[in-house]
């Protein structure tokens, strides 16, 4: 059994505006100790995606379909029960640690709260367990930096202690919604590795949440690709790199720029970003893409299997004529 | 790309006065060197690529050159004609040969104003004259360059994309048929496939219109593919100057080594065995930079004479300047 | 090889929707404040309330000044309203007709209000704007004035003033003008200080525009949003402050009246039965506050910075 299953999620805004369908029938698993990336643009649901399992929609948002962790559902489940979910087995960091972090209170008392309202701890042995999680998360002097607030830590460092929050608990899920996008790339590697290592260290999964196909790379052991709502491609992420079966995974890899390659011309995908309020018919990548055929701008594709086991994609044009 | 060389940056200095938390009144506030002695050329069709993190003063050099922050001390030799000493008045002519191009693309633009408006602006500016016909011909002209259609002349920002925003401002940019644009961090903001729409568009432009441009950027790996050369800033100082493959190729610098090992790449294969070279401990405060070379506190090769003297800038070979008592 | 394919983004470009005509802001402003119900039912009384004013003397039988000498002395036996005898509001104790004393008042306290608010906006916007943009000291100073200006007891001064010169329509206009704009060049420099920083001043600047261009072009037009929601504030403001030196006694010289003035001969002849003298112009003036004030509400949800 999987640690999250997700199947046929669907998320839906109501606006002033009209009905937009943020995330449109979305199915993937999650297994124990592994790296799931999920990579996007804007637009591309991928964030609503989490929030909806995690309860965090806004009021006018709604979501359907299943999401079982460990074999439980908890979608749509009521806020007394996901809290005690959160924090004990689904934890999050989000981009931006400044507005993640309470600037009014000192990080010791964020820290002990956590600890004294999941796990009933008494305030001392709750704040020696969050001074350990610090070290653990490589701040020096954590016995003494505890009692700062948060606008006194560098950006790294509030990211840093956002992801000591984050696994006071011990979570088995651990999700990251752009963690290091808002950071310098010295930080974000120094970031990165810590994730990486304290993922071997206490064994949790993790949902990587990025736009950076270099951080995937580095980081992820599957991937899901979403664009307007939609995955178009999943499987491991060493076979999608080395062969991008849809056309839109392979224009997002042509399209970044290399450091250890010197081509003349990017080369680009052409158009912009779907407006999901009014989304194309059929399959949601149709008007950008070079290889669409009437079939695609009608009916929308559903994941099939590519050789390996595992790989899916969500494409009506053959797989010859793309790769 | 000729030899001519159109803008030559000579020890420039800026500082800011900052008063910290719990001062008096009449405390002296202190001086934050943002940027520090910083000197380049740049020739007619060239791309500097300028790379750093947070505070290292790219945006303050930036705007110091045209002259949006006042400099300390040094001077900008723009055609020969330091910029710096010079009137606001005389100033102005020469602000019809260097643009800029902003990171938020919408904030660029006046809200209020439809983008026909906001794209001729530079033109009726500096060429009131001109009649309504003419100035509607030059920006469908330019519109078109940067591929947006004639009939949006109309709209307004908010109506457009992130990318379709930067587009207007590159027009904008272009009407006056600048020698230099200077793009502060102008795809940061943008989605990766817009991105490298808007990456090739400077590009072609460049060499269509034989401009020069000024890339100031924290993506590596975005700079290096547009920039003939790099420069690479730590703390307001330059710390490396060489061409993007020489510099991707032989690092000389501690930091531009644990730069470029830093940056993700999308292969991984590569990554994950990647040997990285990190860098620990926090960005040192600019009011009070370590003596001698501001980079030792955080370098894992510094040494005695590292905290005693400041390296100089100086060529390690053809075309390529280090600053570093150990560099390779 | 990936080629573009211009038909498709040719499609995707006209996609963008037919008009050639943008949506500007103010438009998505407008239809945000109808969609407010109560703003636009004030915005409709109130626009009732001043053509009353202007088409209401047409039907008046009496004029403000006039002595219905039946009614003197015995306005609560004779001077009730009534359609018979030209008093349609009634009268007040000296027999003149309040229906046209009504009018008289509407025209003087909303004029009073308007202008005076008016002015205020202009001067507050014009200083707030220029020492916002300005900065540094110019800033310091200019902003202290405002801070010293604001320290006045602003009614204590107004009184001696009214006392000292006299009373009539343009001291009051000298007076409350002299104070009220103090307010809106505050919110206008803060507003000013915001926009200063924003990335399409820096463009501006970066090209060339002057300083004088930049205020006017592009810091005022983004400055009236929050001008106008201010100055609909202002305009009851303004009359109340009218109405209570009217209600002292200090107020416009009879025989002209306002809102304040008739409120105060009103409200002193209550124990006499007479209540239409007092409802009346209190019902103007509560009605017409109460609709600048829901306006102003309406205008700044429509208007809020939120915009996309």
């Given at each position: ?61 709604s ?81 003494n ?20 929050m ?29 994730l ?128 | ?59 303050t ?30 100033t ?27 794209i ?136 531009t ?29 600019p009011?009070?930079?370590?003596s ?6 955080r ?30 | 090889m ?24 103010w ?91 008016s ?27 405002v ?8 009614m ?42 924003k ?51 200090l107020?416009?010289q009879?025989?002209?009246?306002s ?17 239409w ?32």
């Amino acid at each position: 059994m999987s640690l999250l299953e997700v199947s046929n999620l669907k998320v839906r805004f109501e606006t002033a505006d009209g009905i937009v369908n943020a995330v449109n029938d979305v199915n993937f698993s999650v297994e124990e100790g592994k790296i799931l990336a999920i990579v996007g643009e804007s637009g591309s649901g991928k964030s609503q995606t989490v929030f909806a399992m995690t309860g965090l929609l806004d009021h006018n948002g709604s979501a359907t379909g299943s999401v079982k962790f460990e074999g439980v559902e908890i979608l749509n489940l009521s806020n007394q029960k996901l809290n005690k979910i959160r924090a004990e087995k689904i934890a999050m960091i989000f981009q931006d640690p400044m507005t993640s972090l309470n600037p009014y209170v000192r990080v010791s008392d964020q820290m002990t709260e956590v600890l004294m309202y999941h796990q009933g701890l008494s305030k001392t042995d709750a704040l020696k367990q969050s001074i350990s999680m610090l070290d653990s998360v490589r701040i020096p002097d954590a016995g003494n930096r505890i009692r700062m607030y948060p606008h006194e830590f560098s950006g790294g460092m509030r990211q840093r202690v956002m992801i000591a929050m984050s696994l006071l608990c011990r979570p088995k899920l651990l999700i990251a919604d752009e963690p290091t996008t808002a950071l310098d790339v010295t930080v974000q590697a120094q970031i990165m590795q810590l994730l990486s290592d304290l993922q071997k260290e206490f064994g949790m999964s993790i949902i990587l949440i990025t736009h950076d196909l270099g951080v995937v790379a580095g980081n992820s052991d599957d991937m899901l690709v979403m664009y307007g709502g939609e995955i178009m491609e999943i499987g491991k992420t060493e076979n999608i790199y080395s062969k991008p079966t849809h056309p839109y995974t392979q224009g997002l890899m042509s399209a970044v720029p290399r450091l250890n390659d010197s081509e003349e011309r990017l080369i680009t995908i052409p158009g912009n970003p779907p407006n999901m309020m009014k989304p194309p018919e059929g399959c949601p990548f149709s008007p950008r893409c070079n290889y669409s055929n009437d079939e695609c701008s009608n009916v929308s594709p559903i994941l099939s299997n590519v050789d390996k086991g595992d790989h899916f994609r969500a494409c009506h044009i053959e797989i010859e004529k793309i790769v | 790309m000729s030899d001519q060389t159109i803008l030559q940056v000579k020890n420039l200095k800026v500082n800011f006065d900052v008063s910290s938390e719990g001062d008096m009144p009449w405390t002296k506030p202190k001086k934050l060197q943002a940027v520090n002695n910083i000197s380049f050329t740049l020739n007619a069709g060239e791309t500097l690529g300028i790379v750093g993190e947070s505070g290292c003063g790219k945006s303050t050099l930036a705007r110091a050159i045209v002259k949006m922050v006042p400099a300390e001390s040094g001077k900008v030799l723009w055609l020969g004609n330091d910029l710096l000493s010079l009137s606001d008045s005389e100033t102005r002519q020469y602000r019809k040969q260097i643009q800029m191009i902003f990171q938020d693309p919408l904030a660029s633009l006046n809200p209020r104003m439809n983008i026909g408006e906001i794209i001729a602006e530079p033109l009726r500016t500096h060429y009131p004259k001109t009649s309504e016909s003419d100035v509607k011909l030059r920006v469908s002209d330019v519109m078109n360059k940067v591929g947006l259609l004639d009939n949006l002349v109309n709209r307004y920002p908010h109506e457009f994309s992130g990318g379709q925003c930067q587009r207007i401002g590159i027009a904008r940019a272009l009407i006056l048929k600048p020698k230099l644009i200077i793009c502060d961090e102008p795809v940061s903001a943008l989605d990766v496939s817009i991105q490298a729409q808007v990456v090739n568009l400077l590009m072609d432009i460049q060499q269509e219109m034989d401009l020069a441009l000024i890339f100031i950027a924290h993506d590596l790996s975005v700079v290096k593919h547009i920039s003939t050369k790099i420069m690479v800033l730590y703390l307001g100082n330059m710390v490396e100057l060489a061409n993007s493959n020489e510099i991707y190729q032989n690092p000389s610098h501690p930091y531009t080594q644990a730069l470029i090992s830093a940056v993700p790449i999308p292969d991984p294969n590569i990554e994950k065995n990647k040997e990285l070279i990190l860098i620990e401990g926090d960005l040192p405060s600019p009011i009070n930079p370590p003596s001698g070379c501001v980079f030792r506190t955080r370098c894992h090769k510094a040494k005695e004479i590292c905290s005693k003297e400041k390296p100089n800038f100086i060529e390690s070979s053809t075309s390529h300047s280090v600053a570093c008592h150990f560099h390779d | 090889m990936i080629v573009a394919n211009k038909k498709k983004i040719k499609d995707m470009a006209e996609n963008f929707s037919e008009s050639g005509a943008g949506r500007s802001l103010w438009k998505d402003a407008r239809i945000r404040f109808i969609q407010n119900k109560a703003a636009t039912i004030s915005l409709f009384v109130l626009l009732a309330i001043v053509s009353f004013s202007f088409i209401g003397p047409y039907f008046a039988v009496w004029s403000y000044e006039q002595i219905d000498w039946n009614a003197m002395g015995s306005a609560a036996r004779v001077g009730m309203p009534s359609i018979e005898s030209g008093h349609y509001f009634g009268t007040d104790d000296l027999g003149r007709d309040l229906y046209s004393r009504v009018i008289q008042g509407t025209q003087i306290s909303l004029m009073v209000g308007v202008l005076g608010a008016s002015v205020a906006v202009i001067v507050g916007t014009l200083y707030g704007a220029t020492s916002g943009y300005l900065g540094g000291k110019t800033d310091q100073i200019m902003m202290r004035i405002v801070d010293i200006l604001m320290s006045i007891p602003y009614m204590f001064v107004l009184i001696l003033l009214l006392v000292v010169f006299g009373r009539s329509i343009g001291m009051l206009f000298i007076g409350i003008g002299l104070l009220s704009w103090l307010d809106m060049s505050r919110i206008v420099r803060g507003q000013t200080l915001n926009l200063k920083n924003k990335e399409f001043i820096e463009a501006a600047k970066v090209t060339g525009v002057s300083d004088f261009k930049i205020i006017t072009r592009h810091i005022v037009p983004n400055l009236l949003g929050i001008v106008a929601v201010y100055a609909t504030l202002l305009v009851p403001g303004i009359i109340l402050a009218e109405s209570f030196i009217s209600f002292l006694g200090l107020g416009v010289q009879e025989p002209s009246t306002s809102w304040g003035a008739l409120i105060k001969e009103g409200s002193g002849t209550i124990s006499y039965d007479t209540e239409w003298q007092l409802l009346f112009p209190l019902a103007f003036f509560v009605v017409s506050l109460f609709c600048f004030y829901f306006i102003g509400d309406g205008l700044r949800d429509a208007l809020d910075p939120k915009e996309r």
